[in-house]
C-alpha cells in the first residue's frame, strides 16, 4: 500500500484552493491540479508498498504518538513554484509557515517509527519543508512553460495567504492508484487530544 500521514485543510480553505484553481485555468495544459478534496499537508510519507502487518503497527505507533498531542495552528504562507531544495521541480505548492508544534510532531513521529524498524516504512531522508501540493508539471518539463507558470501564479490570487487553520486531526491515507491519478482511503483517523 501507498501510505501517508496527512492533515486536510477545512473547507474554506479548500475552496480558496478551487478560486486559485480557476485563475489558473489557461495553465491546464501545463499542470495537473490535485482533485480540491485531496488536497492536504503530508505529515509523514510512509511508502510506496507498505504491507498490511506494517501498517497495523504503525496505526498503533501514531495512535501512541498522538494521544497526548494537542490541537495546533498552522499558517499558509503563499504559493510558489517549486521546494527550495529542488533544483527542477515539478510542483506547484501553497507553502506553509514554519510551526514548532508541528515541526515536533514531526520529528516524534520519524522517532518512534525508526525504533520500530519496519523495513517497507520510508526514513525520512530530507530536512521536512511543510507545505500542501496542489499541482504537478506534466511531463514535458521546461524553462518556457515554468516562466508562463510563474507569471499566471504572480497575477492570480490566492486568498488563503496568511490564512491560519487549526490541525486537530491526522489522517492515516492509502492512496490507491487508478488510471487517472490515485484514490484515497482512510485508514485511520486520529483526533488530536483536546486536553
Do not use: C, W
Request: proline letters at 5%; zero cysteines; hydrophobic letters at 40%.
Amino acid at each position: 500500500m501507498r501510505i501517508f500521514l496527512g492533515v486536510f485543510p477545512p473547507r474554506e480553505i479548500v475552496d480558496d484552493f478551487r478560486s486559485f484553481k480557476q485563475q489558473l485555468k489557461k495553465q491546464k495544459q501545463n499542470l495537473r491540479f490535485i482533485p480540491a478534496p485531496d488536497i492536504h499537508l503530508t505529515v509523514k510519507f510512509l511508502g510506496t508498498n507498505v504491507s498490511q502487518a506494517s501498517a497495523g503497527f504503525v496505526k498503533d505507533v501514531i495512535g501512541n504518538t498522538l494521544k497526548t498531542q494537542t490541537p495546533f495552528d498552522v499558517t499558509i504562507r503563499d504559493v510558489r513554484f517549486g521546494l527550495p531544495q529542488d533544483t527542477k521541480s515539478r510542483l506547484l505548492i501553497a507553502e506553509i509557515e514554519e510551526s514548532e508544534e508541528l515541526e515536533n510532531l514531526v520529528e516524534r513521529i520519524d522517532a518512534e517509527l525508526a525504533r520500530k524498524n519496519l523495513k517497507d516504512v520510508y526514513p525520512r531522508r530530507r530536512r521536512f519543508i511543510p507545505h500542501i501540493t496542489l499541482a504537478r508539471i506534466h511531463s514535458n518539463y521546461h524553462s518556457k512553460k515554468i516562466r508562463e507558470i510563474n507569471d499566471a501564479i504572480d497575477q492570480a490570487i490566492f486568498e488563503s495567504a496568511g490564512r491560519t487553520f487549526t490541525v486537530n486531526m491526522i489522517k492515516m491515507i492509502n492512496a490507491e492508484p487508478v488510471k487517472d491519478g490515485q484514490v484515497y482511503r482512510v485508514l485511520k483517523e486520529y483526533k488530536l487530544s483536546e486536553e
